[in-house]
């Protein structure tokens, strides 16, 4: 990947191109008149029309990448290039720009650049695709989630502070609550805002430790030059903590959600005797309120025993539903994906709402092998609902590790995966968040 690549011409005649973005040494991002934004999807690169992106999404941010060089398209010769330079400031660095879009959106494109030999691994983020067009700049998304839950405006600092301090007086001695305030203050989680706020859905983080060592981690870097993006957490809050932040949440809440499985920890099967007693205390005070847990499936077993104490829900994560490909990302401790679809199947079995949360890299997930994957597990694992997440990995590196498990093919285009999901299992939901029991049987609006 860090040799200029050259494509054959492109037809530029009936489409509305988008303007490149770069940026220079200083971070200082500009428009490069002369040249088209270029989206890429494993091998596929393909310039970024008006047509196949939308205005960038409020809360988005613009990154620009270290140590690689943006692949654009000459607006003059109709070629896609590698730019090593300026081309009208010979001498000056210039760089690749991404935008990490926000809540609710696939990508359906990452910004295409070309390594340097210094390049390292990018930071967990995702690097979408992103130009400039009549004033505005556009993504390479689509819209698979419309409600509002993480929208920043409606998180305002001030009422978050104050919603801080009204819980240190409802639970002053409560060491979970004590938790969530560095997860909303210091890391900006939108959902430890969220309970702070008394809206939507609160997290329950509980588990000290995880049985998988995911390459994109936020949580837990070890032997690698990726920083991790917040701490995990570092002590296990008991019943009567887990209960108490969890009915000050659904008791004020309309539909309130709380949610076991958070980024600032483990995996929470494995803090299952905890938490069985927890659900059991919350389902003593209050049959309102949805209580889900977002896992990696690894222990069915442990499964069973919460959706018998009264767990509603499950998210069982996954980047893939071949073995290898599941394998070579979560990089499984003492259990194996048969272990997964089990739990699944458990949730199934039990009446429970089953979810995927399903982790979206082009250039992968759109591929033919993929694909074809996809449809056979949802035929023999009917769930209710893929929640479309952007895996936040350096592409090119994700793409070299699947790569050397599996062959993929072709990508057909993340909004032809899309189209063709939605065409075949036209029951399935999409979304992005963790519904309320109220709307498991509730079909979403078909986005196509």
Known sequence: MGRPVVSKK?????TVLLTALVANQAGEIFELDGYAAVGMAGPRLEPLTKRQTCRMPYGSELMYLPDRKPVLLNSKTGLIETLRENPYAPGENIFPVAAFNSPGYVLTRVCAYRETKTAQ????????AVGWHNKS??????????????????????????GVERMRRQMPGNRLRTHLEKCALTYGCPAGKNFFLGRYEAPLPTAKQCNARCMGCLSLQKKSDIPHSQDRIDFTPSPHEIAEVALAHIRRVKQGIVSFGQGCEGD????AEVIEPAIRRIRMQAGEGTVNMNTNGSLPANLKRLFDAGLDSVRISMNSVRKRCYDAYFRPKGYRFADVLKS??????HEKFVAINYLNCP???DTPGE???????LETHPIHMIQWRNLNF????????????????EPIGMENLLKRIRKQFPKLKFGYFNPPKENFRISFEAIF
Do not use: C
């Open 10 to 14: 492109t037809n530029q005649a009936k």
């Open 121 to 128: 691994t990018l930071p967990l983020f995702s690097y979408g």
């Open 137 to 162: 700049f556009r993504s390479a998304v689509v819209q698979v989630d419309p409600e509002p839950r993480q929208d920043l405006r409606r998180m305002q600092h001030k009422d978050v502070v104050a």
């Open 268 to 271: 929470p099967l494995l803090a």
């Open 344 to 349: 699944i199947d458990v949730a199934l079995t």
């Open 363 to 365: 250039g992968f997930n």
């Open 371 to 377: 694909v074809e994957a996809l449809i056979r597990f």
């Open 394 to 409: 350096d592409p090119v590196r994700y793409w070299k590790e699947m790569n050397a498990v599996a062959t993929h093919g």
